[in-house]
């Protein structure tokens, strides 16, 4: 990677009255990688996610777009920037269709009339490249399953063409293979070389699609891994704090030297 | 998770779309391995396919009857029961001069109903109309009786000010965030109190033989010429919509009609009009109050299935939390609504004083805002948000009338049977509402 990353925390830290919710924290998201942001309950990740959504400005520390530092202030900054968030309860409108969601706030057509041929064009050629299948595009979103739902919520993130995707919690409440389909379509995301940051609770989905883990902890950075040789044993540790193994002590010994 | 059990891939055909939509829901999307394998064309045969010409028509049908998307059928179905049974009954149900009675009676509730579909598409209600009509009627006399002004002026100043005591409403409603139901409460209570205020000791103004509000309900384009060329222009218009959208869902290859299903939409609607247009015609042509209407309504359907605005609207309706977060602006949405509301209120008032020849402290109370609320209901419009037509506040009103007219022509003119009747068909389009949420629900569509 050696392209500037997408996004960058350096040194955030976040403050609600007492409570120190971000204490310092950094974080990468390169173009075309997916980084999966694991951590206990209460560790920071909700909080660290509207730092970057713009929904709770930083206190501390700074953030980096393509190696520039920005200033993310409100959710519309964010939007301009290109950070698309999926928060976990999906904010769709039952009894709109599908073309409806996924323009909705940003319709297609002039003056103030809808444009619907232009938008539900676009809206199957959204749907085509991300091989996502619904029954029709014209139903209401009552109609369809959670996992499509999931995929749909992420699709309308996309139409906006942002750079980087925040998924918050995208498999938690799905079955089995609808977990797959929105897993497939986070590889996909990753294909068009969007980053993505991914919030999870699961172990299996983290290792199936993440290129790399970072861990938070009480609001703490408590280590970046690679997927590929990291065990879930090491990654667990690091989340509930049994970090007393081999690879901390090695990495701590490193930092040292390094000083 | 019985909901990733595999079922086996469906062999069936397309025209059983029915199936095909409950099929998707349980089964997983990839179990087709042909579908895995094919991202090129094979066409799923879970997904929801329209077969071309009539055949498809019959099932997309069929599968909409199924699932409770009921539209505008029982509505439809209910008025042509009603009409035969009075029709039968009494022999002149349906003769030019009675129809032509009961198209000017349906205005001014109608118009008021318009507005209460507004506020419903949001999971509102607005009980205020009512008192509003009666105010903005009384006021908008006075000024132009008692003041001596203007009339144009007058009624001008009464419509504005039946908007901003909407807008009002709105506002309590959506950014004080008292519940609309008491807002409007109170707004029924106290417009209707301005209204006795505004008369004074004058309990009954007599309109002003040929004035504006005097003509508004009571003049009729009597050159046949008129009824029968603004029919031909609706079903020119109708016509030219359909096939614009045929021909550019075509240039974009999306799904779309065949042109054996436009033409007959076409005839349907042509035949429509053109009964009416004759009808009318027998007895004293077209009335200026039908087509202000019938104009509003258009206008308003347009507005809520066309624009930006509307589709917002709708947004709002199906669901706050979402609306927002798609940055629309849910506050002004809400306050604009209460605005469209209050001014059609206070229209629906004017024609409903030009009617009745006086512009009284009876005005809108009673059952007219009752009257209005069932009429939106029995339409089709639901009372829990995000469902509905302005439409509907015309084929309610329809019925409504319908009912009562046809019980005064058969000697009972007792408000007694009136209420009790219209009560029962309230109830039925209401538990019509319920029940077909319920199987859109086991349909998977709510």
Redo the contacts between chains.
């Keep these: 990677m050696s392209a500037a990353p997408v996004l960058a925390l350096r040194g955030v830290s976040k403050r609600f009255g007492a409570v120190q919710a971000l204490t310092d924290v950094d974080l990468e998201v390169h173009a075309g990688q997916v980084v999966a942001l694991v951590g206990d309950n209460g560790a920071g990740k909700s909080t660290l996610v509207k730092t970057i959504a713009g929904v709770h400005p930083i206190d501390e520390g700074s953030i980096e777009w393509d190696g520039k530092p920005v200033s993310i202030a409100r959710p519309h900054d964010a939007q301009g920037l290109g950070v698309a968030t999926v928060y976990q309860d999906l904010a769709l409108c039952d009894n709109l269709d599908v073309v409806a969601n996924l323009f909705l706030g940003r319709e297609l057509g002039r003056a103030k009339v809808l444009d619907e041929v232009a938008m539900e064009k676009r809206a199957k050629e959204l749907l085509d490249t991300l091989s996502i299948r619904i029954p029709s595009v014209r139903i209401p979103i009552a109609s369809l399953s959670g996992g499509q739902r999931q995929v749909v919520a992420i699709a309308r993130a996309l139409v906006g063409e942002p750079k980087l995707v925040i998924l918050d919690e995208p498999t938690a409440a799905l079955g089995v293979e609808q977990t797959a389909q929105v897993l497939d379509l986070v590889e996909r995301l990753r294909e068009r070389g969007l980053a993505v940051l991914l919030i999870s609770h699961n172990m299996a989905d983290v290792k199936a699609v993440a290129d790399e883990v970072a861990v938070l902890r009480l609001g703490r950075n408590n280590g970046v891994f690679k997927v590929k040789d990291t065990t879930n044993e090491e990654i667990i540790a690091a989340i509930t704090g049994a970090t007393d193994n081999a690879v901390t002590r090695r990495k701590a010994r490193g930092a040292e030297a390094v000083k | 998770?019985s909901?990733?059990v595999n079922t086996p891939p469906q062999p069936q055909k397309p025209s059983d779309s029915q199936e095909?939509?409950k099929d998707?829901?349980h089964a997983?999307?990839?179990?087709d391995p042909d579908?895995a394998a094919g991202?090129i064309p094979a066409i799923?045969p879970?997904?929801?396919v329209r077969e071309q010409g009539f055949a498809g028509y019959l099932t997309e049908f069929k599968r909409k009857i199924k699932g409770g998307e009921l539209g505008s059928i029982p509505v439809v179905t209910g008025l042509i029961v009603i009409w035969a049974i009075f029709q039968i009954s009494s022999g002149r149900f349906l003769d030019p001069s009675n129809l032509s009675n009961i198209a000017q009676y349906i205005v001014g509730p109608g118009l008021i109903a318009t507005g209460i579909v507004f506020v419903l598409l949001l999971g509102e209600i607005d009980l205020s109309v009512g008192s509003v009509a009666g105010l903005t009627a009384a006021a908008s006399s006075v000024l132009a009786i008692k003041q001596d002004m203007n009339e144009g002026l007058a009624v001008l100043i009464g419509l504005v000010g039946a908007a901003a005591i909407g807008a009002l409403h709105g506002f309590f409603f959506a950014r004080i965030g008292v519940p609309a139901f008491v807002v409007t409460l109170a707004g029924f209570l106290g417009w209707s109190g301005l209204q006795l205020f505004v008369l004074g000791n004058t309990l009954s103004l007599n309109n002003i033989s040929g004035g504006i509000i005097y003509h508004l309900n009571n003049y009729y384009f009597s050159d046949v010429a008129a009824a029968y060329g603004l029919a031909a222009v609706a079903v020119a218009g109708y016509a030219w919509s359909q096939w614009n959208?045929h021909r550019?869902?075509k240039a974009?290859?999306?799904p779309h009609r065949p042109m054996s299903e436009l033409a007959l939409r076409t005839g349907v609607v042509a035949v429509l009009v053109f009964v009416a247009a004759y009808v009318l015609n027998q007895e004293d042509g077209l009335p200026l109050g039908l087509t202000v209407f019938v104009a509003v309504i258009v206008l308003a359907s347009f507005v809520l299935r066309?624009?930006?605005?509307g589709?917002q609207v709708?947004?709002v309706?199906?669901?706050v939390?979402?609306?927002r977060?798609?940055?629309?602006n849910v506050v002004w949405i809400r306050i604009s609504v209460f605005t469209i509301s209050g001014f059609l209120g206070g229209l629906g008032g004017l024609f409903i004083a030009s009617q009745s020849g006086v512009a009284d402290s009876n005005l809108g109370g009673g059952d007219t805002l009752m009257l209005a609320i069932a009429a939106a209901v029995i339409g089709g419009t639901s009372l829990f948000?995000?469902?509905g037509t302005p439409w509907s506040a015309l084929l309610g009103i329809l019925v409504i009338q319908s009912i009562m007219t046809g019980l005064y022509m058969e000697g009972s003119s007792s408000k007694a049977v009136q209420s009790m009747i219209t009560g029962a068909v309230l109830l039925a389009a209401v538990v019509l509402d319920s029940v077909s949420r319920r199987s859109?629900k086991a349909?998977?569509?709510?």
């Design positions: 998770m909901d990733t095909s939509t998707q829901k997983p999307v990839d179990a579908a991202a799923d879970r997904l929801l959208e550019r869902r974009a290859d999306l066309r624009t930006n605005y589709r709708f947004a309706g199906g669901g939390e979402a609306a977060r798609a940055g629309i948000g995000g469902r859109q349909a998977g569509r709510a």
